[in-house]
């Protein structure tokens, strides 16, 4: 087997047997990205600096990633690196600084080799929306492949990395892994730091691997989670050793099924993967039960609220002066501000920054922002309700498997595919989505499981039993 | 002057940055004057991806001055974002509190020679401060804007009055009680040169008896305590004419002209932000316990008014001295450095208040930058008490003193300024005085006793203030009189 096709553990367990060279592994991934990025456009850039021939093995032999190569999403600050979040406004912007992930991929021994394509800020569901190229779903070449973090699914989708790290604001990492059929999971807000990752919703943002099975989500949180004196959302305690929890048992753990994210229509091939995946669930010895959630239905307007409201205040700062574009050819300060802005911005991120702007304004507030504050509330009590009694509770992870690339066009219907993540992120709590089948077109279906805050070890035993039970041995497609 | 139909209503906005080592989000140092832009960092800057983290030092000193002015402090206070587009606000927003501030309900209480008054202190909250525009030459000829973000984030504390001040004597003197508290509490030094404190008006005039407010107009731009009285006094009368004139006074902002003197419309009500406050999701909420707040309420030290009353009861000083020198906590230490060591308060009150003022004064010196302690002031004393030096040369050893903070007793060694007390020293030269001065001598025997202080006076010219006073007195009197 190629070494691009292996999971980071494999290739960890490799390189301690000897069986191969740190050099070949990033070789193989190496010539991947050079075989297929042309087409699938994962990345944004590659790390040019790598110097694969002259890699010294024995500088990683004692560290935890081994000097494996990992991709990161490109509203990650990298010292000296372009962020771009896949923007014309950051285009040439090298941030002096490395976010708190990235320090910690460093000292843990990853090797960062690009930087993958996204929404532009994070905003959308397809990587549609990047000012550069839009990232095709290597399953299928007219399929998006979801997003906000389409580029890290992708990439990983497509062997041309082990993992990547993407960001979930409101279904970013869990949307693009469910079309990709990879894994992907949104830690419990305040379990990884944000310093350096570019705000989209300071209070809804969270950094997430993305992977090909669940071992190298557990290795990745390993290396990512834990508290940061630079975040003061984050949260200081103790993590456990999430590879501790890859064991294939869920005998008596208590499943709850949302009854109202059933009643939503939503495609019969997603409904049908995703019942039988739980219905392997009772099978394996977990309790499942119907549930009632209530303000399911108001949780995408009060997201839609909330979120546009943070970025209209955190995307004010590219206003030219300090960095990124700055418009030329203008006669005053205000001209230039707008200049800028309108020649930086892509349409959403414009129409995020005018509909947030909006409910914000005075006469407004009251009705939307603290509207949506409450229906936050709301769900977040909830679930905190749900989970005394349950450990997990499922979904589908996407109403839909990957659509066309251009198929939505209406923004409402796009910002309808977020329909099931977007509760997770408006409550704070972890979420993983895992692939559970493949619809007729042969695209993949994940499934979602939702957890109490902070018990991200459920989700990763949960999910590790469920890809041994259903053993779909994915073949990832190799694009011609 | 009072008015007899009008009252005027002012209130006032002050900003005061605290005197913290770093910046209020980030571990930049706050020291003023550096080249531009070198107290700066990814944080302050406001760089994609950079979040803030509260110094609790900043908070430890707003409650301080919260407690000092009798607020209240809250216990569950949150940040708050304050929305708008400026070069000098590298977030474009500005981390503050909107409606839970940090403390609130307190109350200071000014003396005016109409007595005191009592004003309400709204709100005291937290927020960062935004940097600063530099522009060549003047701001209309300049060719662009430079940007200096060495201030950017540098904490500030916001204090905001009830409108209870009625008259532009009562904002100078609550500004000096402000600044005299603030300096006490070591919290901020309060120097508008510098920009550490800052302050806006609001004012408004009604008939009396009115209970509604008048349409107020917002004042900015004044550079001292006396601008801001000026410009009070100035806008009080412009809308006391406007008023007379059956005008309408109209909601705006207007700015003080220092140079012309008088105050000229800014912006008016329409142009005022939106500033779409939202809670700030970068920071948690804060939550101050009541241990917290005893931590520092234990640290407050004793404020003026408290300390001005016990210097007049436990050293009898009158009330005039006790003002003085309780004005400011420097020279109030000083003098209870001095009184520790030497008793007589009242001649330490009229040391400080006389010779170091004046020489402070002179100088134009910060009372802490001179070389004077309570223990070599005392000490001196002491030396003019003993007879080994006369007042008048006391003058010369406290300047000595004052200049290169020498020990009294090296400086009166080193200028050979030592008393004489020498009798036969001292005989001899009353002697020749007498031979010299036949006629006033007459004087005195005719009972001219004043005249005694003119052969004194001689003696002390001859030995250049080195003989003791009383002793030679002693001997003219019983010269003359045998």
Redesign the interface.
């Known amino acids: 087997m190629e070494l691009y096709k292996r999971s980071l553990t494999d290739l960890k367990n490799m390189l301690d047997e000897k069986r191969v060279k740190l050099k070949d592994i990033h070789d193989s991934f190496s010539y991947r990205i050079g075989s297929v990025d042309s087409k699938v456009k994962a990345f944004v850039n590659t790390n040019k600096d790598l110097d694969i021939e002259n890699l010294n093995e024995n500088n990683y032999k004692d560290t935890y990633l081994r000097g494996l190569p990992i991709a990161i999403k490109d509203n990650i600050s990298t010292d000296g690196i372009n962020t771009t979040c896949s923007s014309k406004m950051l285009e040439d912007y090298k941030p002096p600084y490395d976010a708190t992930v990235v320090k910690k991929i460093n000292e843990a021994g990853g090797i960062i080799t690009g930087k993958t394509n996204m929404d532009e800020y994070a905003m959308g569901s397809s990587t549609e929306n990047s000012a550069f190229y839009p990232t095709v779903n290597p399953w299928g070449e007219n399929r998006v492949p979801g997003g906000s973090s389409g580029g890290s699914a992708a990439a990983v989708a497509a062997g041309m990395a082990p993992v990547a790290l993407g960001s979930d604001t409101g279904g970013s990492i869990r949307q693009p892994a469910s079309f990709c059929g990879v894994v992907g999971l949104k830690p419990t807000y305040g379990a990884v730091s944000r310093y350096g990752l570019v705000a989209f919703a300071s209070s809804l943002d969270q950094i997430g691997p993305l992977a090909r099975n669940v071992d190298d989500i557990a290795l990745m949180m390993n290396v990512i989670a834990g508290n940061d004196e630079n975040d003061s959302t984050c949260v200081d305690r103790e993590y456990p050793d999430f590879t501790d929890y890859l064991k294939n048992d869920v005998r008596g753990m208590k499943i709850g099924i949302p009854n109202q994210y059933f009643e939503i229509d939503f495609d019969e091939e997603v409904r049908e993967s995703v019942m039988n995946a739980i219905e392997q669930f009772k099978k394996a010895g977990a309790e499942v039960e119907r549930v009632d959630v209530t303000g399911a239905e108001y949780a995408l307007a009060a997201y839609y609220i909330i979120a546009t409201a943070e970025a209209s205040s955190n995307l004010a700062r590219y206003d030219g002066v300090r960095y990124g574009l700055r418009a030329e050819n203008v006669q005053n300060l205000k001209d230039m501000f707008t200049e800028t802005r309108q020649q930086g911005f892509g349409e959403e991120v414009k129409r995020r920054i005018m509909l947030g702007t909006y409910v914000l304004s005075a006469g407004y507030y009251d009705d939307f922002y603290l509207k949506a504050q409450k229906v936050r509330t709301l769900i977040k009590n909830d679930f905190d309700e749900l989970f005394e009694e349950y450990d997990l509770i499922v979904s589908p992870t996407t109403p839909t498997t990957a659509f066309k690339i251009g198929e939505k066009m209406d923004p409402l219907e796009m910002y309808a595919a977020d329909i099931f993540t977007v509760p997770v992120n408006i409550a704070g709590i972890p979420a993983i989505s895992v692939p559970c089948g493949f619809d007729q077109k042969g695209l993949p279906i994940g499934i979602q499981l939702m957890g109490p805050h902070f018990k991200e070890e459920k989700l990763i035993q949960a999910a590790y039993s469920l890809e041994k039970i259903l053993d779909l041995d994915i073949e990832y497609p190799a694009l011609k | 002057m009072m008015d007899k139909n009008y009252e005027t209503v002012i209130g006032l906005e002050v900003h005061v940055q605290l005197d913290t080592n770093s910046k209020i989000f980030c571990s930049c140092s706050t020291e003023f004057g550096s080249e531009p832009n070198t107290n700066t960092c990814?944080v302050c800057?406001?760089?994609?991806?950079?979040?803030?983290?509260?110094n609790k030092k900043a908070v430890d000193y707003l409650v301080m001055t919260g407690l000092a002015l009798n607020c209240e402090i809250a216990t569950y206070s949150k940040f708050d974002?304050k929305?708008y587009?400026y070069?000098d606000l590298?977030?474009?927003?500005q981390i503050s509190q909107f409606d839970l501030p940090l403390a609130k309900d307190g109350f200071i209480e000014v003396e005016t020679e109409e007595g005191t008054h009592k004003i309400g202190i709204t709100r005291i909250h937290l927020e960062e401060d935004a940097g600063k525009l530099i522009h060549e030459g003047s701001i209309d000829k300049s060719s662009g804007?430079l940007?200096d973000y060495n201030r950017t984030g540098v904490p500030l504390a916001e204090i905001v009055s009830e409108p209870d001040i009625r008259t532009p004597v009562q904002a100078r003197e609550y500004l000096n009680y402000l600044k005299k508290t603030l300096e006490y509490l070591g919290v901020s030094d309060c120097n508008m040169e510098e920009g550490s404190l800052r302050c806006d008006a609001n004012i408004s005039l009604r008939a009396r008896g009115e209970k509604e407010f008048g349409t107020k107009v917002e004042l900015k731009n004044m550079n001292s305590f006396k601008a801001i009285e000026k410009a009070l006094a100035y806008e009080q009368k412009r809308q006391r004419k406007v008023i007379d004139a059956q005008e309408k006074i109209v909601q705006e902002t207007r700015t003080w002209d220092e140079d012309k003197g008088k105050t000229i419309s800014m912006r008016g009500k329409e142009e005022a932000n939106?500033y779409?406050?939202?809670p700030e999701?970068?920071?948690?909420p804060l939550e101050i316990n009541k241990e917290w707040e005893n931590e520092i309420e234990e640290q407050l030290p004793e404020l003026p008014a408290v300390r001005k009353k016990r210097f007049i009861e436990e050293y009898d000083l009158p009330e005039y001295d006790a003002d003085v020198i309780t004005d400011s906590r420097k020279l109030a230490d000083l003098f209870e450095e001095c009184v520790s060591e030497y008793e007589d308060a009242k001649e330490v009150s009229n040391w400080i208040m006389g010779e170091f003022l004046r020489l402070v004064n002179e100088e134009k010196m910060e009372i802490e930058n001179t070389k004077i302690t309570g223990h070599l002031l005392g000490k001196m004393l002491k030396m003019m008490e003993e007879g080994v030096i006369s007042s008048k040369i006391a003058k010369t050893v406290f300047e000595e003193m004052f200049y290169t903070g020498k020990d009294p007793e090296e400086i009166v060694e080193e200028k050979g300024l030592k008393q004489i007390s020498d009798e036969d020293k001292l005989e001899k030269l009353v002697e020749e005085i007498i031979e010299d001065n036949p006629d006033v001598i007459e004087d005195i025997r005719n009972g001219k006793d004043k005249a005694i202080g003119y052969l004194v006076g001689q003696v002390m010219k001859e030995t250049k203030g080195k003989a003791n006073p009383q002793m030679v007195n002693k001997m003219f009197r019983e010269k003359i009189n045998n």
Not at chain 2, 45 to 54: C, N
Not at chain 2, 90 to 93: D, L, T
Not at chain 2, 281 to 284: E, Q, R, Y
């Open positions: 990814p800057l406001g760089l994609p991806g950079t979040l803030p983290v509260l974002r929305n587009f070069p590298p977030k474009a927003y804007s940007v939106d779409r406050y939202f999701p970068d920071l948690v």
